[in-house]
């Protein structure tokens, strides 16, 4: 069973999350997200939040601003036939690929911006 308090805050999680996502606020800087929803101490918002969301408030805005474009780029992949897409990432923004469901498909290797990897995604199913 889990506890009022419990659901309380994870109800205001949820709604920070849906707001670090949101492309209509994504000029309120991360405090003005997370004392709406209920956490005066930003380090503690932090820690709570990447446990429930595997991801810093940063790192999810960033998935927010990058979805978009990432999503028209597979949309006129596949209506030109591209059966796959590879994209060169750094190390930092692979999780975004990867929770995208690209796959590591290259070695680790150093790169002008530091170190990268490259990344697959299988676009249009082979028959």
């Known amino acids: 069973m889990v506890c009022a308090l419990t659901r309380f805050r994870e109800e205001r999680l949820e709604r920070a999350h849906r707001m670090l996502l949101s492309q ?4 309120l800087h991360i405090t003005d997200i997370a004392y709406p929803a209920g956490v005066n101490d930003l380090l503690y918002f932090n820690r709570v939040f990447r446990r429930r969301f595997d991801g810093s408030p940063g790192e999810i805005r960033e998935l927010g601003r990058a979805t978009p474009f990432l999503e028209q ?3 006129s992949t596949r209506e030109l036939g591209i059966e ?7 190390i930092t923004g692979t999780g975004f690929y990867e929770r995208h469901g690209y796959l590591r498909t290259g070695a680790i290797r150093a790169g002008t911006a530091g170190p990268q ?5 299988q676009v249009i199913e082979s028959l």
């Open 24 to 27: 209509c606020i994504g000029h």
């Open 73 to 75: 780029l597979e949309r």
């Open 84 to 90: 796959r897409l590879d994209v060169e990432a750094s």
């Open 117 to 121: 990897t490259t990344l697959t995604e």
